[in-house]
Structure formats: structure tokens, C-alpha cells
């Protein structure tokens, strides 16, 4: 029983009027009553700070996967006899990946603003980003991407020294339908 | 099925999304999985909501059972692992480093991991999807006293759970 | 469609187990389990080979592992070079007919003297359990035969995982 001789709400009321739940006029009377009553007000304090302690918890951070693009297209019979052409949702997620991109190449450049950078969108779901700063460490551009280790995939150090340069378009293609292709 | 709006919905309810399907999974890859499913389920339906907001409350009700199913599973799946985990111990020796690695979880998702489903659900979508007690009500389907009662009563064994981070 | 991780993780640990063939009761109790046998079904080993190939189309170099996995689920592989990293994912999807589709995801970041490049691309094969798949993240040159230019190729093979149990058990009984 509070001082002034009302009697104190139900916890669920008074968890409600934390959530700004309790319709007027009766948020004023249970205000003027907090005023009055320590111990509600005590109980309106720990719902409080639990309600900031569950909001400051952080997230495991989600990452971007392409757009799913619906079962019929990832399981289809009759589409299968040809290539698959990838549409824009893909593309978005990967423009989204070219500019963290061009943000953390500026920041290596010691550029504090975004550094000239060309991004061109072929026909066949390849995009390419050129960025006119050189970049000395690759690992350490990385470290600021903040690349996951990969620990469940595979890790293939290409040979010291080999001279590998980009050469066309990516391919994907059947040993048998490439083996024939070149003869 | 996927048009031009499509990348926009998914880019901004995603992590919306994820939010909530990981504070009721407890597990990042689960609440992955649930909310790529949830998405597929959107846009597989057709016809694209008139707004943001009316495809958020439809993929959180999609996503709110996803979930509920994923529950029911947990107790049969944890049985098969329990057994395999405990012969497990013997193989890490034999080559593969690959070891079964529990995410650490915050105290705070423990806490809420052990809250009952009709519990958890609710505060969830209370707590991390910032709806109120009638659209937490129309996307569950139940009064909004109960919305009431349950975040009440969610929030009374959470604070004995989290007695002493309070 | 996707399965959780939890249980391609489970059977990371079967694969381990296999090594050991005085376990192979216990294997087998836990094998009796419904819910892994299924998941045994489903499973799809991805051996990856990455070779440099120079003009002469000899290797001069090649480095492979393997992987299991479900359909839907992807596997990475990082090749890391001096001025090179390439980030690959392949993933398997598979229909009710068994037939297999791979699609590759590929992110290239080259550091050149005066410039850096980033790559990315997606692309996607139909192909048949057993048969190679090739990957050039860096491309083709058609001149090929001049200078020293040399072709980057990821080589994929997709087996069901069931048929090389199989296999294992088979030959560990002879």
C-alpha cells in the first residue's frame, strides 16, 4: 500500500506502462503513483534496466548471403540443360561488398576520401572494381576487410613468385565441354 | 517472383530479420538458415506486399513459425548428437581438426534461450523488433492481455536469470 | 534447401571417425540413427584441386583437399598468393533426380605497382556426379602458348558422399 493509500498496480500493469502501453488517463494516475510508492518505482527501475541490458547485448553480426533466389530456380529439371544467368540481387550484394571495398582501400591509401575508382558491370555476372592507389600488403588490406580465417574451408598458398595475371573472363565449365573446346 | 524491389526489401529487413531470429534460435546459423527460408518464402508468394512495413510483419510471423518448428526439432536433433558427441572425444586425435565448436553465447542469450518458447517469442518481438503489444498481437494471433502477461512474466524469470547483471 | 550447421558438422566428425577402423562398431550403432542416415544421403564430398598451369599444360604445381557437405551448403577455398588473394565458394545444389548444379562465387583482389583490382564473379554449371568441373578465376588468355603467362585452374569433383562410404567399407572388409 502506497502513502497515499491507493493500492499498487498488478506487475504486469506496471510492465506495460514501461512499454508506454497504458492508455491515457490512466499513465498519469499510474505516474502519480510511482511518485508516491518506492516500491513500484523500485520494480518500474529493474524492468528498466533490464529492458537496456537485453538492448546493449550485441549480435553476432549477420553476413550478407546473395538473394535466394526462390527453391524453383535452385532446383529446377528442365533449366538445368543450360547456364544459369545470375540477376540483379546478386549483383547487389556484391555492391555492397565493392564499396566496404573502396572504403578500406581508401583508408590504406591514407586517402581520406574515396580514391578514383572504376567499376564496371559485365554481361556475365563478373563485376570489376579498379582503385588507382597501390597497396603494398595485401594481408594487411584484409585485416581491415576483416575477412573471416575460413576456418571451414581450404587454405592454398599459390606458388612464390608466380607471375598469375588476370586474363579474361572467369570460367566455369565441364572438364568434358572444355577438353573438347580447346581441340 | 524476384523484382526490381527485391534486393531493397531483403538489404533493409534482413538484419531486421536476423535480429529476431537469432534472440529466439540462440544460434547464428539456425537463425541464418530460418531467415534465408523465411525470404524465399516471400518471394515465392507472388504478389509483393504494398509496403516495408506490412512484408516486415509478414516475414516476422513466417519466421516465428520456422522457428517454433526448428524448436520441436531441437530435442530429437540433440539426442543423435549427444550420442555421436559423446564417442566424438575419440576421434579428434585421427587427422580431420574439425571439432564440434559450441558458439559462445552472451549471458543475456542464455538467459533468454531458457525462457519457454511462448515466452521467449514474445519478449523477443517485443524487446528487438520494437513492436508494440498490438502488432505483437495480430502477428501472433493472440489478445494483446496476453502479449501483456507474457512479456510480464518473461521479464520476472529473465531478471531472477540475470540477478546479478542487474 | 539448407540444413543446419550443426548437422554438417556432425558429419565432419563421421568422416573423422571413418579414419579409424577400430571404431567401426560404434559407427555403426550411431549409424543405425535415422536422422544421420539421411544426412548421409544427402551428402556430397567436393575434392578441390588448384593447379598452375604454364603454356606446356604440364602443372607445375598443384595443391588438393576435399571437402563434405550438403547440397545448399557452401565450401570456401582461399588461395593466397604475393600480390594475389582469391576467395572462391563453391556450393552444390542437387534435385530430387539427383542431378547437380555448382555454382561459383569468386572474389579476386590483385595488387598491382600502380593500381589494385577487384574481381568479383558468379557463375554456374550444370554437372554430373563423378565429372570435373574447372574453375579459372583469373580467366583464359587465348595466346596461352606466349611468354610465361600462367592459368590459375580449380578443378572440382562432385561425389556423392554415401557411394565413397561405400567404397571404404568395401575395401576395409577385404
Given at each position: 500500500?502506497?502513502?497515499?493509500?491507493?493500492?499498487?498496480?498488478?506487475?504486469?500493469?506496471?510492465?506495460?506502462?514501461?512499454?508506454?502501453?497504458?492508455?491515457?488517463p490512466?499513465?498519469?494516475?499510474?505516474?502519480?503513483h510511482?511518485?508516491?510508492?518506492?516500491?513500484?518505482?523500485?520494480?518500474?527501475?529493474?524492468?528498466?534496466?533490464?529492458?537496456?541490458?537485453?538492448?546493449?547485448?550485441?549480435?553476432?553480426?549477420?553476413e550478407?548471403?546473395?538473394?535466394?533466389?526462390?527453391?524453383?530456380?535452385?532446383?529446377?529439371?528442365?533449366?538445368w540443360?543450360?547456364r544459369?544467368?545470375?540477376?540483379?540481387?546478386?549483383?547487389?550484394?556484391?555492391?555492397?561488398?565493392?564499396?566496404?571495398?573502396?572504403?578500406?582501400?581508401?583508408?590504406?591509401a591514407?586517402?581520406?576520401?574515396?580514391?578514383?575508382?572504376s567499376i564496371?558491370h559485365?554481361?556475365?555476372g563478373?563485376?570489376?572494381?579498379?582503385?588507382?592507389?597501390?597497396i603494398?600488403?595485401?594481408?594487411?588490406?584484409?585485416?581491415?576487410?576483416?575477412q573471416?580465417?575460413?576456418?571451414s574451408?581450404l587454405?592454398?598458398?599459390?606458388?612464390?613468385?608466380?607471375?598469375?595475371?588476370?586474363m579474361?573472363?572467369?570460367?566455369?565449365?565441364?572438364?568434358?565441354?572444355?577438353?573438347?573446346?580447346?581441340? | 517472383m524476384?523484382?526490381?524491389?527485391?534486393?531493397?526489401v531483403?538489404?533493409?529487413?534482413?538484419?531486421?530479420?536476423?535480429?529476431?531470429?537469432?534472440?529466439?534460435?540462440?544460434?547464428?546459423?539456425?537463425a541464418?538458415d530460418?531467415?534465408?527460408?523465411?525470404?524465399?518464402?516471400?518471394?515465392?508468394?507472388?504478389e509483393?506486399?504494398?509496403?516495408?512495413?506490412?512484408?516486415?510483419?509478414w516475414?516476422?510471423?513466417?519466421?516465428?513459425?520456422?522457428?517454433?518448428?526448428?524448436e520441436?526439432?531441437?530435442?530429437?536433433e540433440?539426442?543423435?548428437?549427444?550420442r555421436?558427441?559423446?564417442n566424438?572425444?575419440?576421434y579428434?586425435?585421427?587427422?580431420?581438426?574439425?571439432?564440434?565448436?559450441e558458439?559462445t553465447?552472451s549471458?543475456?542469450?542464455q538467459?533468454?534461450?531458457?525462457?519457454p518458447?511462448?515466452?521467449?517469442?514474445?519478449?523477443?518481438?517485443?524487446?528487438?523488433?520494437?513492436?508494440?503489444?498490438?502488432?505483437?498481437?495480430?502477428?501472433?494471433?493472440i489478445?494483446?492481455g496476453?502479449v501483456?502477461?507474457?512479456?510480464?512474466?518473461?521479464?520476472e524469470?529473465?531478471?531472477?536469470?540475470?540477478?546479478?547483471?542487474? | 534447401?539448407?540444413?543446419?550447421?550443426l548437422?554438417?558438422?556432425?558429419l565432419m566428425?563421421?568422416?573423422?571417425?571413418?579414419?579409424?577402423?577400430?571404431q567401426n562398431?560404434?559407427?555403426?550403432?550411431?549409424f543405425?540413427?535415422?536422422d544421420?542416415?539421411?544426412?548421409?544421403?544427402?551428402?556430397?564430398?567436393?575434392?578441390?584441386?588448384?593447379?598452375?598451369?604454364?603454356p606446356?599444360?604440364t602443372?607445375?604445381?598443384?595443391?588438393?583437399?576435399?571437402?563434405?557437405t550438403l547440397?545448399?551448403?557452401?565450401?570456401a577455398?582461399?588461395?593466397?598468393?604475393d600480390?594475389?588473394?582469391?576467395?572462391?565458394v563453391?556450393?552444390?545444389?542437387?534435385?530430387a533426380?539427383?542431378?547437380?548444379?555448382l555454382?561459383?562465387?569468386?572474389?579476386?583482389?590483385?595488387?598491382?605497382?600502380?593500381?589494385?583490382?577487384?574481381?568479383t564473379t558468379?557463375?554456374?554449371?550444370?554437372v554430373?556426379?563423378?565429372?570435373?568441373?574447372?574453375?579459372?578465376?583469373?580467366?583464359?588468355s587465348?595466346?596461352?602458348?606466349?611468354?610465361?603467362?600462367?592459368?590459375?585452374?580449380?578443378e572440382?569433383?562432385?561425389?556423392?558422399?554415401?557411394?565413397?562410404?561405400?567404397?571404404?567399407?568395401?575395401s576395409?572388409?577385404?
Amino acid at each position: 500500500m502506497s502513502r497515499s493509500g491507493l493500492r499498487c498496480p498488478s506487475g504486469d500493469t506496471l510492465s506495460a506502462f514501461v512499454d508506454g502501453e497504458v492508455q491515457a488517463p490512466w499513465d498519469q494516475v499510474l505516474a502519480s503513483h510511482l511518485q508516491a510508492c518506492p516500491a513500484c518505482l523500485a520494480t518500474v527501475a529493474r524492468i528498466r534496466r533490464l529492458r537496456e541490458l537485453l538492448a546493449a547485448d550485441p549480435l553476432p553480426s549477420p553476413e550478407l548471403r546473395p538473394l535466394p533466389e526462390g527453391r524453383e530456380r535452385i532446383r529446377p529439371v528442365a533449366v538445368w540443360k543450360r547456364r544459369i544467368a545470375l540477376p540483379v540481387p546478386a549483383a547487389a550484394a556484391a555492391a555492397l561488398a565493392i564499396l566496404a571495398l573502396g572504403v578500406a582501400l581508401a583508408l590504406m591509401a591514407g586517402r581520406t576520401r574515396l580514391p578514383w575508382m572504376s567499376i564496371r558491370h559485365g554481361p556475365t555476372g563478373t563485376t570489376e572494381v579498379i582503385v588507382a592507389a597501390p597497396i603494398d600488403d595485401l594481408e594487411q588490406l584484409f585485416r581491415t576487410l576483416d575477412q573471416p580465417p575460413q576456418t571451414s574451408g581450404l587454405l592454398i598458398r599459390l606458388p612464390a613468385g608466380s607471375r598469375l595475371l588476370m586474363m579474361g573472363e572467369p570460367q566455369l565449365v565441364r572438364e568434358a565441354d572444355f577438353s573438347r573446346g580447346r581441340r | 517472383m524476384l523484382h526490381a524491389g527485391s534486393a531493397h526489401v531483403y538489404e533493409t529487413l534482413y538484419p531486421i530479420l536476423f535480429r529476431i531470429a537469432y534472440r529466439i534460435c540462440g544460434n547464428r546459423n539456425k537463425a541464418e538458415d530460418i531467415c534465408q527460408e523465411a525470404f524465399i518464402k516471400y518471394f515465392e508468394r507472388g504478389e509483393p506486399l504494398p509496403d516495408l512495413e506490412q512484408t516486415k510483419y509478414w516475414l516476422i510471423r513466417v519466421l516465428r513459425n520456422l522457428a517454433l518448428n526448428h524448436e520441436k526439432k531441437k530435442s530429437r536433433e540433440s539426442k543423435a548428437y549427444q550420442r555421436l558427441a559423446r564417442n566424438s572425444r575419440q576421434y579428434t586425435e585421427s587427422g580431420e581438426t574439425e571439432v564440434l565448436q559450441e558458439e559462445t553465447r552472451s549471458l543475456v542469450q542464455q538467459a533468454l534461450d531458457r525462457l519457454p518458447y511462448k515466452l521467449r517469442s514474445v519478449l523477443v518481438l517485443k524487446e528487438y523488433a520494437d513492436l508494440g503489444y498490438r502488432e505483437i498481437s495480430r502477428i501472433l494471433g493472440i489478445s494483446e492481455g496476453n502479449v501483456k502477461v507474457r512479456v510480464f512474466r518473461a521479464r520476472e524469470r529473465l531478471a531472477l536469470l540475470l540477478e546479478d547483471e542487474l | 534447401m539448407n540444413k543446419p550447421r550443426l548437422q554438417a558438422v556432425i558429419l565432419m566428425l563421421v568422416v573423422a571417425g571413418l579414419r579409424t577402423q577400430a571404431q567401426n562398431t560404434e559407427l555403426d550403432r550411431i549409424f543405425q540413427d535415422q536422422d544421420l542416415e539421411s544426412l548421409i544421403d544427402q551428402a556430397l564430398q567436393l575434392n578441390i584441386t588448384a593447379k598452375v598451369l604454364p603454356p606446356g599444360e604440364t602443372p607445375v604445381w598443384n595443391s588438393a583437399g576435399s571437402k563434405v557437405t550438403l547440397p545448399g551448403r557452401s565450401v570456401a577455398v582461399r588461395l593466397v598468393g604475393d600480390k594475389l588473394h582469391i576467395d572462391v565458394v563453391f556450393t552444390p545444389y542437387q534435385d530430387a533426380n539427383g542431378e547437380l548444379l555448382l555454382v561459383a562465387q569468386g572474389q579476386v583482389w590483385m595488387a598491382g605497382a600502380q593500381e589494385t583490382r577487384y574481381f568479383t564473379t558468379f557463375k554456374s554449371v550444370p554437372v554430373n556426379a563423378g565429372e570435373k568441373v574447372l574453375f579459372f578465376p583469373l580467366g583464359l588468355s587465348p595466346h596461352v602458348a606466349q611468354g610465361d603467362t600462367f592459368t590459375l585452374q580449380i578443378e572440382v569433383e562432385i561425389y556423392p558422399y554415401r557411394k565413397l562410404l561405400e567404397k571404404q567399407k568395401a575395401s576395409a572388409a577385404e
